[in-house]
């Protein structure tokens, strides 16, 4: 510590002497003090210099930190423009295979749907051969009936040389 504390130790030894204490063991107590005093007081000037120094490590230490901040926000955006990059190309692939898979099931969904057409279209002839058929044998069974319910007249054209006989119908005597 460069000054030192001004100290009377003239009167401070006046004073011990005065409580009690005999002139030696006032000397004693004195430089005692003194040496107390200037080993373990500071002054104003040295609370000066440390202050100053703790502000000059303050103000580097703020700056230091400041510096790792801006170094660590551009880390943190290089990062994350990686991160953004990385999932883009992510969900492009995801959007591509989607895409895909889409188009597959479409046109599994068309082959089926063909598939579906062509049976449907395959039923409808089997329904159109069966109603015309059933159309057929109503129409046979119409004129059955109406034969059976009006009987046509036939007539026989005889062969040459065959003798015709006509067969006369006979009447029971009513009785």
């Given amino acids: 510590m460069e ?6 130790t003239y009167a401070f030894v006046r004073k011990l002497r005065d409580a009690g204490l005999t002139e030696q063991q006032a000397a004693i107590q004195a430089e005692a003090l003194v040496n107390l005093i200037e080993e373990r007081l500071a002054t104003k000037k040295d609370l000066a210099e440390v202050e100053a120094g703790l502000k000059r490590e ?10 790792d901040l801006k170094e660590l926000d551009s ?14 190309t992510r969900f492009k692939e995801l959007d591509t295979k989607a895409e895909t898979r889409s188009k597959e099931l479409d046109a599994k969904t068309e082959i089926r749907f063909k598939e579906i057409d062509a049976r449907v279209t395959e039923l409808e002839l089997r329904m159109v051969v069966i109603k ?11 004129l059955f009936g109406l034969m059976r319910a009006w009987p ?3 007539q026989f054209v005889p062969v040459p040389g065959q ?3 006509q067969t006369v119908p006979q009447f029971s005597p009513v009785k």
Avoid: C, H, W, Y
Avoid at 3 to 8: G, Y
Avoid at 77 to 86: A, M, P, V
Avoid at 132 to 142: H, N, S, W
């Fill in 3 to 8: 000054n030192a504390i001004a100290f009377d």
């Fill in 58 to 67: 303050i103000e580097k230490i703020r700056s230091d930190l400041q510096r």
């Fill in 75 to 88: 880390k943190t955006e290089i990062r994350l423009k990686e991160l953004d990059t990385r999932a883009e």
């Fill in 132 to 142: 015309t058929g059933g159309m057929i044998l109503a129409g046979i069974g119409i």
């Fill in 152 to 154: 046509l007249p036939v």
């Fill in 163 to 165: 003798e015709i006989r």
